[in-house]
């Protein structure tokens, strides 16, 4: 009797270090970006995944002046940041405080048309707990 008693306590162990290891590895699967680098047009849409309400950097690491930088939630059209000029080596903080995706573009040569310009596809998702 003792013997059955033991062996169910060991089954209920094992299970629950099988979950808790299994929830621990399910949180560490998506890479959440804090830092946006902004750089010359590389031809592909850059695709970049951001926590809800947490800061994120972006920072111009190029040697030239970015120009017409705006953010737009892609939902709603609606623009929800526009500056002129980035300097080179110039940075700046966003946090967003809505889930969804965002569009940010600007251009090096200070044109207006969007198919000029480079563009970054910015996820923000809600924080999962673990």
């Not at 590895?25 to 010359?40: D, P």
């Not at 939902?75 to 500056?83: Q, W």
């Not at 940075?91 to 995706?101: C, H, P």
Request: contains cysteine; proline residues 1%; aromatic residues 8%.
């Amino acid at each position: 009797m003792k013997n059955i008693f033991q062996t169910k306590r060991s089954v209920w162990l094992v299970l629950f270090i099988t979950v808790c290891i299994i929830a621990g590895f399910e949180g560490s699967a998506e890479s959440i970006s804090k830092v946006i680098q902004l750089k010359s047009s590389g031809g592909q849409l850059e695709k970049i995944l951001v926590a809800k309400n947490s800061e994120v950097q972006l920072n111009n690491g190029s040697g030239t002046t970015f120009h017409n930088f705006m953010v737009i939630q892609l939902s709603t059209g609606k623009r929800m940041v526009s500056i002129e000029d980035i300097k080179p080596s110039a940075s700046f903080n966003l946090a967003f405080d809505r889930e969804g995706t965002y569009i940010a573009c600007y251009s090096e040569d200070g044109s207006k048309v969007l198919n000029t310009s480079t563009c970054l596809q910015i996820d923000v998702v809600g924080l999962r707990s673990i």
